[in-house]
């Protein structure tokens, strides 16, 4: 079986973002903590930030641009 590790985001984690680009407002982005392959860990995100990033993942090409992995 395996273990999965939970906790505290690693420092190499948070070092990074995933960023979706509004596709229509100049400086209109969601972003959310990733590692460096863009793995977002969504039992950290709040609630909220789970609803948006399920959101931006869904109307990626219609609201947003594909997202992009960034240092942060």
């Known amino acids: 079986m395996e273990k999965i ?3 505290a985001p690693s420092a190499t ?4 973002e995933l960023r979706f680009q509004s596709l229509f407002h100049a ?3 969601l972003a959310f903590p990733c590692d ?3 793995d ?5 995100l709040s609630e909220r930030a789970l609803e948006n990033y399920l959101f931006a993942r869904a109307v990626v090409g219609h609201e947003y641009a594909t997202p992009v992995v960034q240092a942060r």
């Open 36 to 38: 460096a392959r863009g």
């Open 13 to 16: 984690e948070v070092a990074f």
């Open 40 to 44: 977002v860990r969504l039992d950290a």
């Open 27 to 29: 400086g209109k982005a």
């Open 5 to 7: 590790e939970q906790g």
